[in-house]
């Protein structure tokens, strides 16, 4: 499994909004498009104004194919389109876990 990884700034003191429309307008569709939703994360601490967003996929074949889904999907156009207005930058990883990490591919 990998893992993408992507970390969002955002505009200071939005990010509260953010999650609230993520919640409301981005979650159900990109769960049901992009599957395995490891979950979204936020600092207590350093750069409050990011939120982690993690998701698992089984190679980068499945992620290019489920991301190109969701890019050409109108549910998720509409909720990317206000989500950007918030977003100051953007940084996408693939993580490849080690052979000793947990098997998140059965929280599927």
Known sequence: MII???IYTFKPGTVPQFIAL???????VQKRI???FIGM????????NQIIHMWGY???AERERRRGECAADPEFLA????ARELIVEQDVRIIIPTAGSPDHSKQR
């Open 41 to 48: 994360y936020r600092h207590e601490t350093g750069p409050i």
């Open 79 to 82: 909720y990317a389109k206000k």
């Open 58 to 60: 089984d190679s980068v």
């Open 4 to 6: 993408d990884c992507r």
């Open 34 to 36: 992009l599957g395995n």
């Open 22 to 28: 993520f919640e409301a307008d981005g979650m159900t």
